[in-house]
């Protein structure tokens, strides 16, 4: 019987892009085949490759999602949610991470079409930058990423993401939040488009 629970998204980040445009996305599905175990092999792998916000010319990243549990290779994720996972990938090094902190985009936009509004979405207190945009039911859309890039494919749709959880330790204030909200968004500000 299939489980109803909704997978986890992990986002990569550090994907080269001196390849063709297909190749990230094939090397990283095979780092990832490579990584399962043989009872994982059966996972419907589902990779959505992205532009890094920070205007990299150099590497890109990728939304990636696990249809029938979470992989044992990023189990410590699953202790350590605000941590990342580093996998060897030829000869790059990629991020996994599932916080989402800082800005991610969430689809690519139209090729050839100029960036008509970047759109930013900011989760609140004990939320989470992806999940809390995730629908209740059992495919768990993300209606930011799956609906809005078939009605505005022009706008660059991101998500921002920043340690909000109230149960964990921190010194930080909302001023202090909003000074690093503001200061990212100067950079992903000052980006070519993609």
Not at 18 to 37: A, F, H, N, Q, Y
Not at 78 to 87: I, K, M, S, T, Y
Not at 127 to 137: F, L, N, P, T, V
Request: aromatic share 10%.
């Amino acid at each position: 019987m299939a489980s109803s629970r909704k997978s986890t998204v992990f986002r990569v980040t550090g994907l080269p892009l001196d390849k063709p445009e297909s190749e990230p996305r094939s090397t990283l599905e095979e780092t990832i085949r490579s990584l399962l175990t043989e009872d994982e092999r059966q996972y419907e792998v589902a990779i959505t490759c992205i532009p890094m916000c920070d205007g990299s010319q150099t590497r890109s990243a990728a939304l990636v999602e696990f249809k029938g549990g979470d992989p044992k290779f990023l189990s410590q994720l699953e202790h350590n949610p605000l941590g990342g996972w580093q996998v060897k990938m030829g000869d790059d090094v990629v991020n996994f991470d599932r916080h989402f902190f800082g800005f991610t985009q969430l689809y690519p936009t139209t090729p050839g079409h100029p960036i008509t509004a970047d759109i930013i979405a900011i989760t609140g207190l004990d939320g989470h930058a992806y999940g809390s945009w995730r629908g209740k039911g059992n495919l768990g859309q993300m209606w930011l990423r799956d609906f809005l890039s078939k009605d505005l494919p022009n706008c660059r749709t991101m998500i921002y993401g920043y340690n909000s959880k109230l149960s964990s330790p921190g010194i930080d204030t909302i001023m202090d939040y909003g000074r690093a909200f503001l200061d990212r968004i100067k950079r992903v500000r000052h980006t070519q488009e993609v």
